[in-house]
């Protein structure tokens, strides 16, 4: 049972990058995902989380408007969608999925998590 991030990489300020998440072992439409981030030095941070009942979602503040998060069943695959990229936003990002209701309550700790992936790089240039 595993969760696999792909789609990371190097792009410039103001580019785009979208975000994979797939699970393998189990179904992800089952549980409320969420990505987290972390920069060097810095604490990991929760991103954007959507629910498992009714794709209710969750930003945090600095992206809102930005990034987008959504589900794809059918490929067993969360996605999220970055656009107009900061040098703020680098670091591994990472998907996790909980068994929840809450995205909020998810999405601002990183604590009781069912699953973790192992993290993609996304570095921005300025």
């Known amino acids: 049972l595993q969760l696999v991030e792909s789609g990371g990489g190097l792009v410039q300020f103001g580019g785009s990058l979208r975000l994979s998440c797939t699970a393998s072992?189990?179904?992800?439409?089952?549980?409320?995902i969420g990505w987290f981030r972390q920069a060097p030095g810095k604490e990991r941070e929760g991103v954007s989380c959507?629910?498992?009942?009714?794709?209710?979602?969750y930003y945090t503040d600095s992206v809102k408007g930005r990034f987008t998060i959504f589900r794809d069943n059918a490929k067993n695959t969360v996605y999220l969608e970055m656009n107009n990229l900061k040098p703020e936003d680098a670091g591994v990002y990472y998907c996790?999925?909980?068994?929840?209701?809450?995205?909020?309550?998810?999405?601002?700790?990183?604590?009781?998590?069912?699953?973790w992936g192992k993290g993609t790089q996304v570095t921005v240039t300025s």
């Open positions: 072992g189990f179904t992800l439409s089952t549980y409320a």
């Open positions: 996790a999925a909980q068994w929840t209701t809450d995205v909020q309550f998810m999405c601002i700790g990183t604590d009781g998590m069912d699953y």
């Open positions: 959507i629910s498992m009942t009714d794709d209710s979602t």
